[in-house]
C-alpha cells in the first residue's frame, strides 16, 4: 500500500506485455523468489528521490476457471498464469479518464462472485468503481457498479459458503481493520462497519515500528485485509508494522464468524526478516489446482525509496490443531512448483544450496562505490553496477571448487533508469557461460535473443552441469545501467555438511519479555543458519536466515507465551543437523 495517494499525470503508454512467455519455454518444476515478473516502473517521482526504479506490493493471487491471476498495486494491469511460473501481462486501465490518478489500482480486492472476477482498487472516494469480467485474459471488463459509495483503503472482499459478502478494510497507524456486510447484488453497506483487530505492539512484538522494532519513530500500521475460512474457522489476516522494513509480516487473528470476535495468533504467520529476499506482509492466502495453500506477499527494497518492492510466493497451509502457517525457510532459494497434492509442512525446498555466498568476484568495470561482491553478499539492498549498460559489460562469480550447478538466478537492479511505467521496449538480453577452469567457456543459458522483461531471470538447468565459474554477460539492457543485486548460483558443493551447531543460547531480557538475544558459537564450515521458534516444539513454523554472524536480536515474542528455538548450519553442501530445541520462559 502507498499510506498518502498522490496525483500525478502518468506518463508513458501501457501496452500488452507478456513476462516469460511460455511459447518455446522449457516446463519448469522450480522457482525462486522474489518472483520473475515484468514490474513496472514506479510513477510517483515525487518519491523516487533515487531515480526511477521498479516497484509493486499487495498483491492478490486468485484461480479463477483454472487459471491464477495476479494483482498488485500500481501495475496498469495484471497476471494470468497456468503454472504459477510463467506470468502474463495484460495491459488494463481500471480507472475512467477523469480520475487522472497516480495508478489504476492500488492495493487491489479481487475476489470470484458465481462465474464472474470482481475488482476494486483502493479509495478514499465515494465513485470509483467495482469492476467484473468473465473473460479477464481477454481484457473484457465493465463496472459491476459505477460507484462503490463505502470506499475503503487495502481493501478485502470476502464471499461466504452461504453467498453472504463481506467487506474487511483499513491502513492506518491509528485505526482498526473494519468490516461490514455488504449486499452481494447491489454493493451496498449492509450495516455499519465494526472494527475487528487493532495492533498490541504492548504484547506482540513483532507488531513494532521500525527496522529494529523500536517504535522510536511512528506507531505501527495494521493494513492489507485478508479472509480466509478453513474448516468452519475464519482467519481475517492482516499486515504490519511497516512496508518498508524486513521485519514486515502477515499476522492472523481467528474467530467463528466473519465478523468476530477474534482470537490473534501469537507469531505472524508469514515472515521473513531474514536472507537475501525480506519481508513477507501485506499478501494473500489461495489454493492452487490441487487445493494446496500458498501465501503471496510483498518483499521490502527501499533502497531507491521506502516503497520499492517485489513480490514473494511461499507455501502455507493449515495444521491438524487450524493453525495457519506459511514456509519461508530457504524461502529465497528455489523451491518446487505445484503438480499434486502437497503436505505444506513439509519443505518445498529443492535442497540445491547457495554455492557463491562473498566468493570471488570479476567484472568488467566498475561504477563508483557499486563494487563487485555486492552481487553476492545475499542482500537485495546493495549491487554492483558496470560503468555502463553497454552490451559486453559482464560479471564472473568463482564457486571455489568445481560444483555442481543446477540454477541460477539474476537480480537485477535499477541504475540510471530512465522509463516510467510499462513499454514494448522493455526487454532484457544477455548470456550465461559456465567453466571448470575460468579459460574455457560454455554457454548455459543463451537468451540473446529474449524480447521479454526479465528482472528476477531464474534458470532452472535441465540438466546440471559441473562448473567453477559462472559468467553473466549483459546484451541488451531495458533502461540504465547493467547492474545486479543478486547473481546467485544453486546447486550442490560437493563438500561435507556443516557441523552441528554448539553452545546455542536464547536470553529472554527480563524487563521485556517480548525480546531475546540469541548467541551460538560460529560453525567453522558454515556461512549462514536458520533459527526456527514459535509457541510449541511441535509448531516452530517461523524461520529466520542469518548470514555470517553468531547471534541475533529477536525481538518479536508474544510477551506472555513461552518460546521454542532450534538452530541449524547452512553452507554450500547442505544443512546441518538441528540442534535440541530449547525452551524459554
Same mark, same amino acid.
Given at each position: 500500500?502507498?499510506?498518502?495517494?498522490?496525483?500525478?499525470?502518468?506518463?508513458?503508454?501501457?501496452?500488452l506485455?507478456t513476462?516469460?512467455?511460455t511459447?518455446?519455454?522449457?516446463?519448469?518444476?522450480?522457482?525462486?523468489?522474489p518472483?520473475?515478473?515484468?514490474?513496472?516502473?514506479?510513477?510517483i517521482?515525487?518519491?523516487?528521490?533515487?531515480?526511477?526504479?521498479?516497484?509493486?506490493?499487495d498483491?492478490?493471487?486468485?484461480?479463477?476457471k483454472?487459471d491464477?491471476?495476479?494483482?498488485?498495486?500500481?501495475?496498469?494491469?495484471y497476471?494470468?498464469?497456468s503454472?504459477?511460473?510463467h506470468?502474463?501481462?495484460?495491459?488494463r486501465?481500471?480507472?475512467?479518464?477523469?480520475h487522472?490518478?497516480?495508478d489504476?489500482?492500488?492495493?487491489?480486492?479481487?475476489w470470484?462472485?458465481?462465474?464472474?472476477l470482481?475488482?476494486?482498487?483502493?479509495t478514499?472516494?465515494s465513485?470509483?468503481?467495482?469492476w467484473?469480467?468473465?473473460?479477464?485474459k481477454?481484457?473484457e471488463w465493465?463496472?459491476?457498479?459505477?460507484?462503490?459509495?463505502?470506499? /475503503? &483503503?487495502d481493501?478485502d472482499?470476502?464471499r461466504? $459458503? !452461504?453467498g453472504k *459478502?463481506?467487506m474487511?478494510?483499513?491502513? #492506518?497507524?491509528?485505526y482498526p481493520?473494519?468490516?461490514?456486510e455488504i449486499?452481494?447484488k447491489?454493493f451496498?453497506?449492509?450495516?455499519y462497519?465494526?472494527e475487528?483487530?487493532?495492533?498490541?505492539?504492548y504484547?506482540? /512484538? &513483532?507488531?513494532?515500528?521500525?527496522?529494529?522494532? $523500536? !517504535?522510536?519513530? *511512528?506507531?505501527?500500521?495494521?493494513?492489507? #485485509?485478508?479472509?480466509t475460512?478453513?474448516?468452519?474457522?475464519y482467519?481475517?489476516?492482516?499486515?504490519?508494522?511497516?512496508?518498508?522494513?524486513?521485519?514486515?509480516?502477515?499476522?492472523v487473528?481467528?474467530g467463528d464468524?466473519?465478523?468476530?470476535?477474534?482470537?490473534?495468533?501469537?507469531?505472524?504467520?508469514?515472515y521473513?526478516?531474514?536472507?537475501?529476499?525480506?519481508?513477507?506482509g501485506h499478501?494473500?492466502?489461495?489454493?492452487?489446482a490441487?487445493e494446496?495453500y500458498w501465501?503471496?506477499s510483498?518483499?521490502?527494497?527501499?533502497?531507491?525509496?521506502?516503497f520499492e518492492?517485489?513480490?514473494g510466493i511461499?507455501?502455507?497451509?493449515?495444521?491438524?490443531?487450524?493453525?495457519?502457517y506459511?514456509?519461508?525457510?530457504?524461502?529465497?532459494?528455489p523451491a518446487y512448483?505445484p503438480?499434486?497434492?502437497?503436505?505444506h509442512l513439509?519443505?518445498?525446498?529443492t535442497?540445491w544450496?547457495?554455492?557463491n555466498?562473498?566468493?570471488p568476484?570479476?567484472?568488467?568495470?566498475?561504477l563508483?562505490?557499486?563494487?563487485?561482491?555486492?552481487?553476492?553478499?545475499?542482500?537485495?539492498?546493495?549491487?554492483?553496477?558496470?560503468?555502463t549498460?553497454?552490451?559486453?559489460?559482464?560479471?564472473?562469480?568463482?564457486?571455489?571448487?568445481?560444483?555442481?550447478v543446477?540454477?541460477?538466478?539474476?537480480?537485477?537492479?535499477?541504475?540510471?533508469?530512465?522509463?516510467l511505467?510499462?513499454?514494448?521496449?522493455?526487454?532484457?538480453q544477455?548470456?550465461?557461460?559456465?567453466?571448470?577452469d575460468g579459460?574455457?567457456?560454455?554457454?548455459?543459458?543463451d537468451?540473446?535473443?529474449?524480447k521479454?522483461?526479465?528482472?528476477?531471470?531464474?534458470?532452472?538447468l535441465?540438466?546440471?552441469?559441473?562448473?567453477r565459474?559462472?559468467?553473466?554477460?549483459?546484451?541488451?539492457?531495458?533502461t540504465g545501467?547493467?547492474?545486479?543485486?543478486?547473481?546467485r548460483?544453486?546447486?550442490?558443493g560437493?563438500?561435507?555438511?556443516?557441523?552441528?551447531?554448539?553452545?546455542f543460547v536464547?536470553?529472554?531480557t527480563?524487563?521485556?519479555?517480548?525480546?531475546?538475544w540469541?548467541?551460538?558459537?560460529t560453525?567453522?564450515n558454515?556461512?549462514?543458519?536458520?533459527?526456527?521458534t514459535?509457541?510449541?516444539?511441535?509448531k516452530l513454523y517461523?524461520?529466520?536466515?542469518?548470514?555470517?554472524a553468531n547471534?541475533?536480536y529477536?525481538k518479536?515474542?508474544?510477551?506472555e507465551?513461552?518460546?521454542?528455538?532450534?538452530?541449524?548450519?547452512?553452507?554450500?553442501?547442505?544443512?546441518?543437523?538441528?540442534?535440541?530445541i530449547?525452551?524459554?520462559?
Amino acid at each position: 500500500m502507498f499510506r498518502k495517494p498522490v496525483i500525478v499525470i502518468l506518463i508513458g503508454c501501457c501496452l500488452l506485455l507478456t513476462a516469460n512467455s511460455t511459447k518455446g519455454q522449457q516446463k519448469q518444476r522450480t522457482y525462486c523468489n522474489p518472483i520473475n515478473i515484468d514490474y513496472g516502473y514506479t510513477p510517483i517521482p515525487d518519491f523516487a528521490t533515487e531515480g526511477k526504479h521498479r516497484a509493486t506490493a499487495d498483491p492478490v493471487i486468485t484461480m479463477y476457471k483454472g487459471d491464477y491471476y495476479l494483482f498488485s498495486t500500481n501495475q496498469w494491469g495484471y497476471w494470468w498464469s497456468s503454472d504459477m511460473y510463467h506470468w502474463n501481462f495484460i495491459s488494463r486501465s481500471f480507472l475512467r479518464p477523469e480520475h487522472h490518478v497516480y495508478d489504476d489500482l492500488c492495493a487491489p480486492a479481487v475476489w470470484v462472485q458465481g462465474d464472474t472476477l470482481l475488482v476494486f482498487g483502493s479509495t478514499y472516494s465515494s465513485n470509483f468503481p467495482i469492476w467484473m469480467s468473465t473473460n479477464p485474459k481477454a481484457n473484457e471488463w465493465k463496472e459491476a457498479i459505477h460507484a462503490f459509495e463505502p470506499g /475503503g &483503503w487495502d481493501p478485502d472482499f470476502f464471499r461466504d $459458503d !452461504d453467498g453472504k *459478502l463481506y467487506m474487511y478494510n483499513g491502513s #492506518s497507524n491509528t485505526y482498526p481493520i473494519y468490516g461490514a456486510e455488504i449486499d452481494p447484488k447491489t454493493f451496498h453497506l449492509k450495516g455499519y462497519r465494526k472494527e475487528m483487530y487493532f495492533l498490541q505492539p504492548y504484547r506482540y /512484538g &513483532w507488531q513494532r515500528f521500525g527496522e529494529y522494532l $523500536d !517504535d522510536t519513530f *511512528l506507531d505501527p500500521f495494521i493494513e492489507g #485485509s485478508w479472509m480466509t475460512k478453513h474448516n468452519g474457522k475464519y482467519y481475517l489476516q492482516y499486515g504490519a508494522p511497516g512496508t518498508e522494513f524486513s521485519g514486515y509480516a502477515d499476522g492472523v487473528v481467528v474467530g467463528d464468524s466473519p465478523l468476530g470476535p477474534f482470537t490473534p495468533q501469537s507469531m505472524p504467520f508469514s515472515y521473513k526478516p531474514g536472507g537475501f529476499a525480506r519481508g513477507a506482509g501485506h499478501g494473500s492466502t489461495y489454493t492452487d489446482a490441487w487445493e494446496n495453500y500458498w501465501h503471496t506477499s510483498t518483499i521490502a527494497i527501499g533502497v531507491k525509496n521506502s516503497f520499492e518492492r517485489r513480490l514473494g510466493i511461499w507455501p502455507a497451509g493449515f495444521d491438524a490443531n487450524g493453525v495457519l502457517y506459511c514456509n519461508t525457510a530457504f524461502g529465497d532459494y528455489p523451491a518446487y512448483l505445484p503438480g499434486g497434492k502437497e503436505d505444506h509442512l513439509q519443505s518445498r525446498f529443492t535442497g540445491w544450496m547457495l554455492l557463491n555466498y562473498n566468493k570471488p568476484v570479476q567484472v568488467s568495470s566498475t561504477l563508483g562505490g557499486y563494487v563487485p561482491n555486492n552481487a553476492v553478499d545475499e542482500n537485495i539492498k546493495t549491487y554492483w553496477s558496470a560503468a555502463t549498460g553497454d552490451s559486453g559489460e559482464w560479471i564472473q562469480t568463482d564457486l571455489g571448487d568445481e560444483s555442481i550447478v543446477n540454477a541460477v538466478q539474476i537480480n537485477y537492479a535499477d541504475q540510471d533508469a530512465t522509463v516510467l511505467g510499462k513499454s514494448t521496449t522493455d526487454y532484457t538480453q544477455y548470456k550465461l557461460y559456465y567453466s571448470t577452469d575460468g579459460k574455457k567457456w560454455r554457454i548455459l543459458a543463451d537468451k540473446s535473443q529474449n524480447k521479454t522483461d526479465v528482472p528476477h531471470d531464474y534458470v532452472e538447468l535441465e540438466k546440471p552441469v559441473k562448473a567453477r565459474y559462472i559468467k553473466l554477460e549483459n546484451v541488451h539492457m531495458p533502461t540504465g545501467k547493467f547492474a545486479i543485486s543478486g547473481l546467485r548460483v544453486f546447486g550442490n558443493g560437493g563438500g561435507p555438511k556443516p557441523d552441528t551447531v554448539k553452545n546455542f543460547v536464547v536470553l529472554r531480557t527480563e524487563k521485556d519479555k517480548r525480546s531475546a538475544w540469541i548467541k551460538w558459537q560460529t560453525v567453522d564450515n558454515a556461512f549462514a543458519y536458520n533459527i526456527y521458534t514459535g509457541v510449541s516444539p511441535t509448531k516452530l513454523y517461523n524461520c529466520i536466515m542469518v548470514y555470517a554472524a553468531n547471534e541475533y536480536y529477536f525481538k518479536a515474542m508474544d510477551n506472555e507465551k513461552p518460546y521454542y528455538f532450534r538452530i541449524e548450519a547452512i553452507n554450500e553442501n547442505g544443512v546441518s543437523e538441528p540442534t535440541k530445541i530449547i525452551k524459554v520462559e
